[in-house]
Structure formats: C-alpha cells, structure tokens
Nanobody, 124 residues
Framework: QVQLVESGGGLVQAGGSLRLSCAASGRTFSTYTVGWFRQAPGKEREFVAAISWSSSRFRYADSVQGRFIISRDNAENTVYLQMNSLKPEDTAAYYC?????????????????WGQGTQVTVSS
C-alpha cells in the first residue's frame, strides 16, 4: 500500500512558478512509476508528466513540455513537479498517481494509487 499526499499548490500570476510535491508512504515507493495529472472544472483529467522509478525516463504532455520539470528523490519518498512560465490555462487541481510498474505510464486508468490533489490557480 502507498499513500500519496500532494502539496505546494496556490495562487500565482501568469508567468510565475510553483513547485508541487507528492509525498509517499511505503518502503517500496522507489519502485513506482509516478505521474502528475490535472483536472480543470468541467474537463476530464489529463496527463501532465510521468517519471520512471529510476528517474532515467520522463514524459511530458505537449502543453507543458519545456515549462514543467518532473523529478524525484527516492530517499525522501517524494516526487516534484516544478512548474515555470505558468499560464491561466494551467489552472486545475493537480494530482499525483503511482503504480509499481517499470513502464512509463501516461493514462490515468493505468495508475492504482492517487493523492487527493492540490489546487493551482494562475491569474492573468
């Protein structure tokens, strides 16, 4: 069992930055692929970024490529999402998700552990 807790959300002006954290419980977290997803009101949950257990592989949605950076510290059982050059369209609830899997997963249906989310609001 793994429990995930997101933090770091908030209100920021367009062009600003935020760093989200996903803290995990469980000694096997270092073997999990972790993804970040987001969901805006009235929209479906969408993939943002994913990182493999070893940090050797990454994947980003086209909409955030070049602006967001995903990283992890397995010693701290934490995955980060550094968000730069934020835009109003980045406004959403952000969720981290995990699965013990060697593959880099980008679909929300593939993950079996989820956090409760943290809200990010970008003002114009």
């Amino acid at each position: 069992q793994v429990q995930l807790v997101e933090s770091g959300g908030g209100l920021v002006q367009a062009g600003g930055s935020l760093r989200l954290s996903c803290a995990a419980s469980g000694r096997t977290f270092s073997t999990y692929t972790v993804g970040w997803f987001r969901q805006a009101p009235g929209k479906e949950r969408e993939f943002v970024a994913a990182i493999s257990w070893s940090s050797s592989r990454f994947r980003y949605a086209d909409s955030v490529q070049g602006r967001f950076i995903i990283s992890r510290d397995n010693a701290e059982n934490t995955v980060y999402l550094q968000m730069n050059s934020l835009k109003p369209e980045d406004t959403a609830a952000y969720y981290c998700a995990g699965k013990r899997d060697p593959l880099l997963l980008t679909s929300n249906t593939e993950y079996n552990y989820w956090g409760q989310g943290t809200q990010v609001t970008v003002s114009s």
